[in-house]
């Protein structure tokens, strides 16, 4: 189960750190993901991790302005948001694939497991 936290209201410039927590299965073997869904739009992919950690992907538009990152020892993902843009206004999923030692994968369907999403909204 991946719970995740964090969002809410911030000015356009303005900075968010979301969480994602994971109960019953470590991250430490799989590739994780961060994804957001804005209004009318189609879940997109934002960011991803491997599964050794080492290696992470940005889509263009976030590159240089969010950071993923993880905590092994707290089983948590962590995605730091600086610079937001009001185009940034989603619900933000974090998502975990099933497979071990995989690498990032941009596609929704590579992923098995979802939290229940949190909102953020910037306003300009």
């Known amino acids: 189960q991946l719970q995740a936290s964090g969002g809410g209201l911030v000015q356009a410039g303005g900075s968010l750190r979301l969480s994602c927590a994971a109960s019953?299965?470590?991250?430490?073997?799989?590739?994780m993901g961060w994804f957001r869904q804005a209004p009318g739009k189609e879940r997109e992919f934002v960011c991803g991790?491997?599964?050794?950690?080492?290696?992470?992907y940005y889509v263009e538009s976030v590159k240089g302005r969010f950071s993923i990152s993880r905590d092994s020892a707290e089983n948590t993902v962590y995605l730091q948001m600086n610079s937001l843009k009001s185009e940034d206004t989603a619900v933000y999923y974090c998502?975990?694939?099933?497979?071990?030692?995989?690498?990032?994968?941009?596609?929704?369907?590579?992923?098995?497991?979802w939290g229940q999403g949190t909102q953020v909204t910037v306003s300009s």
């Open positions: 991790m491997s599964w050794t950690g080492s290696s992470t």
């Open positions: 019953g299965r470590s991250f430490s073997r799989h590739a």
């Open positions: 998502a975990l694939q099933g497979r071990r030692f995989s690498t990032i994968e941009t596609r929704r369907d590579e992923y098995d497991y």
